[in-house]
């Protein structure tokens, strides 16, 4: 796994680098780290740079697991529009949605605890290389929070937010100074001898995961979510609300972020309104499951060789974490 699919080529080109390449810092601090952006949270899932995806238990949201596929010649179609008969999507008190690809991504929680794992070992490495200063650990990655891109879920999360739906970026448990000499390429070293422990993977061809030749289509670009937007907008547009818009991968009435807060308010509750009365989450919800599970069964070796590949991932890294004496949630 690798939740930044730039950091890992970055990796791969240091490990045939001669002494004294350069790093990028920010890079790898940042490494592992999917951007908090509504436009790549409903792809987050499916495009398979994180193990997370959303894609797990998408926050009414994600993709996680956010974010371009693996390697692949071949440009993603959509895939076939699915009636959502199979599985239904499972829609806790609060809204957070599980869809199908749960099964196969790591949830944030545990994606977290791999990239602690991956941080730990690169600073006990620069450690013995003499650099303890370089690349300090400072302690457990915060698992990055989902993004709800199915809209608003509850009365007191609009007229405490509106829409703006605040999420703070997970915070990094790592300090690097590479300004002292050698310490670049004592951290050039260290660096392939870290991926080599499994803490982190990226699927493609050469671990036997070459990524499907198409990408699931999405719940709002199927003629069933098309139709549940169409009747959620005609319902917001009779209480004299703007209809949905999708553009930013969110769904959110037109022209709403650019309210202030107490019309973002009043829309918001006539919102929630339109999508009690109609079921909207759960109807809306399933599409997207009967998607992913299309998905799932027409790539199942793919899945179950990144299942195998994820799960071998997590006990590396718990077990890792355990000896270091590091609790995080499983």
Do not use: W
């Not at 699919?5 to 350069?22: C, I, K």
């Not at 739906?165 to 050039?188: H, I, K, M, W, Y």
């Not at 069964?297 to 000896?323: E, I, P, Q, V």
């Amino acid at each position: 796994m690798s939740t930044d699919d730039q950091f890992v080529a970055h990796l791969r080109a240091l490990e045939s680098a001669p002494p004294g390449s350069t790093i990028d810092p920010h890079r790898v601090l940042l490494a592992g780290r999917r951007r908090r952006v509504g436009r790549g949270a409903g792809v987050a899932a499916l495009t398979l740079v994180a193990v997370t995806g959303l894609y797990t238990g998408v926050s009414a949201l994600p993709d996680p697991v956010r974010p371009a596929p693996p390697s692949t010649s071949l440009a993603p179609v959509p895939s076939p529009s699915v009636t959502p008969m199979g599985p239904r999507a499972v829609v806790d008190p609060t809204g957070d949605v599980t869809l199908p690809f749960a099964e196969y991504y790591a949830s944030p929680d545990q994606n977290a605890a791999m990239m602690t794992a991956h941080y730990l070992a690169i600073s006990r490495c620069m450690t013995d290389a003499g650099f303890p200063d370089a690349y300090r650990f400072i302690g457990p990655e915060t698992p990055e929070p989902g993004f709800p891109r199915y809209g608003v879920t509850s009365a007191a999360q609009v007229e405490r937010d509106g829409y703006t739906f605040p999420s703070p970026e997970p915070t990094s448990g790592t300090d690097l100074n590479l300004d002292v000499p050698g310490a670049r390429d004592a951290l050039a070293a260290c660096l392939p001898r870290v991926l080599a422990l499994g803490f982190v993977f990226e699927p493609g061809d050469e671990n036997g995961l070459g990524q499907p030749p198409y990408a699931p289509t999405q719940a709002k670009d199927t003629p069933e979510g098309q139709a549940l937007l169409a009747e959620l907008s005609a319902c917001l547009l009779d209480r004299g609300a703007p209809g949905v818009d999708t553009a930013d991968g969110v769904i959110i009435p037109t022209g709403v972020l650019d309210l202030p807060h107490e019309e973002q308010v009043r829309i918001g509750l006539l919102d929630l309104e339109c999508r009690q009365s109609m079921d909207f989450l759960q109807r809306f919800a399933d599409v997207d499951a009967a998607q992913q599970q299309q998905y799932i069964d027409d790539n199942r070796a793919y899945f179950d060789a990144y299942k195998a590949m994820r799960d071998a991932s997590l006990a590396a890294s718990y077990a890792y974490l355990d000896a270091a004496g590091i609790v995080m949630d499983r």
